[in-house]
Every structure is written in structure tokens, then in C-alpha cells.
């Protein structure tokens, strides 16, 4: 009974330091609770699969515009040079459709602040 009750102490405080840990990576990451909020619904942070809508957003940085693995990509972004940079990200994000007419992309972030957050973490996407 002795070891029963050890056994059963130490998976209380195992799931709870999960938690905790859990809790914890949700708060550390500002920038990735922003992509889960803003962008996941058509942007992967992992590897490109088939059901992603738009382009996987892992190695976003120094890609060319119109490229990556998604079937969706506007004819403005193909026929456009830009290539993701910080800069050219922190451009386009703020106002998709005044950096690239014609853009697919719908989502704007305006905060200055989220948009470093979210920045910070598109550049760790590998």
C-alpha cells in the first residue's frame, strides 16, 4: 500500500510539473502564441503537408515570394522579387494588400509589437 501511494504521488506531481512546463512554454513564446492565434489556420509552422491552404512558414526567411510547397499562391506574389526578409516581412504583414496588390493573404498585423513578437518567432522556423 506504502509503494501504491509513492507511485500514485509522483504521477500527481509528474503531470503536474507537465503542466506546468506546458503553461509555462505557452508564456514564454509570445511570437508563437500570435502564429497559433493569427496564422495557423492557413500557414504551417512545421514541414509543408497537403492540406495546408497557404505556404509552410518554416524557413520563411530568405525565401522567395510564390514559392514553397502549398498549391495557393497568388499570381502577385509569383510574378513579384520580393524575397522574405525581416524587413520585407515586417512590410508586407502590416498591410498585406499595399505591399503586393493582389495578394491572397488576408490577415494584417498592425502592432508593432506583436509583429516583433511574431517575427521573432518566423525566424526560429527551420
Known sequence: MVSF???AHAALVLAGLHSAAAV???FTDP?????????V??????PPSADTLGP??????????GTGNSSVHSRAAIESDT???????????SDPGREMPGTFM????????ELDELLNY???LR
Open 106 to 113: 488576408p490577415v494584417q498585423v498592425q502592432d508593432p509589437k
Open 56 to 65: 509552410s512558414l518554416v524557413g520563411i526567411i530568405g525565401r522567395k515570394a
Open 5 to 7: 501511494h509513492h507511485l
Open 31 to 39: 511570437g508563437r502564441k500570435i502564429f497559433e492565434r493569427r496564422c
Open 41 to 46: 489556420g492557413c500557414h504551417e509552422g512545421t
Open 83 to 93: 524575397v522574405w526578409t525581416r524587413s520585407s516581412l515586417r512590410r508586407y504583414l
Open 24 to 26: 509555462a512554454d505557452e
Open 122 to 124: 518566423l525566424q526560429t
